[in-house]
């Protein structure tokens, strides 16, 4: 099975920088995603980690120590429209289909606040 | 969002009352998904397909079938609705051979009274 955490709230300031935390205990992995969204509305791909290391696109930046178990998600100069939930998923081993199932994190909600 | 289309956005049901979930897209994808979404619970896999006339369960199947008799829709349907089903649903498509993300659809929120 898998157990994925991650904080369920967090607050930053506009322009400031925050880190989301995601913790995983898994059976299998194949990689973790960090996906964002906005209340009401469907999830959109941010970033996919399958090797150690940083990956940065613009203000987001995702992690992945895979001997730690462990994520996380860098957002840097905070803007407004950043208040959201970021949800953090971890891809499943396997070939094929269940190669492409997906377990969630609860997410975290971040707020920015002027 | 990789032409995933889903209808209806919002239903209300009674417990008890059958129907079906519609999920669409029209890029030839073959990998296509449901979830379901609860407060502090995340999204969890409900069932998910291949291709067409292939599909599995996910980590909560029971009180959802599925079919995939086209290429193009994966129907969720619920024969008995029960207000424990009171959810948003997502349906989700992989697209592409080598690109592992997943796509969603607008949703459809679900009460059950």
């Known amino acids: 099975g898998q157990n994925i955490d991650q904080p369920t709230e967090m607050t930053a300031t506009e322009g400031a920088i925050v880190q989301i935390n995601c913790t995983y205990q898994?059976?299998?992995?194949?990689?973790l995603f960090w996906y964002q969204q906005h209340a009401g509305e469907a999830p959109t791909f941010l970033s996919y980690?399958?090797?150690?290391g940083l990956e940065e696109k613009g203000r987001f930046s995702s992690f992945l120590s895979r001997s730690k178990g462990y994520s996380y998600l860098l957002l840097k100069e905070l803007q407004m429209k950043d208040s959201a939930s970021y949800l953090c998923?971890?891809?499943?081993?396997?070939?094929?289909?269940?190669?492409?199932?997906?377990?969630f994190g609860g997410g975290t909600r971040v707020l920015v606040k002027p | 969002n990789a032409g995933v289309t889903q209808t209806p956005k919002f239903q209300v049901l009674k417990t008890g009352q059958s129907m079906t979930l519609q999920c669409a897209q029209d890029?030839?994808?073959?990998?296509m998904s449901w979830y379901r979404q609860d407060p502090g619970m995340g999204l969890r896999l409900i069932h998910y397909?291949?291709?067409?006339?292939?599909?599995d369960q996910g980590e909560v199947p029971n009180g959802y079938n599925v079919s995939r008799s086209t290429t193009e829709d994966f129907p969720l349907r619920l024969l008995s609705a029960a207000p424990s089903q009171t959810s948003v649903y997502f349906c989700?498509?992989?697209?592409?051979?080598?690109?592992?993300?997943?796509?969603f659809g607008p949703g459809t929120r679900l009460t059950v009274t």
């Open positions: 998923a971890v891809r499943d081993r396997g070939r094929k289909a269940a190669g492409n199932k997906l377990t």
């Open positions: 980690n399958v090797l150690d």
């Open positions: 890029m030839n994808h073959e990998y």
């Open positions: 898994t059976s299998g992995f194949n990689g």
């Open positions: 397909s291949v291709g067409a006339g292939i599909t």
């Open positions: 989700a498509v992989k697209t592409g051979t080598h690109s592992y993300e997943q796509y």
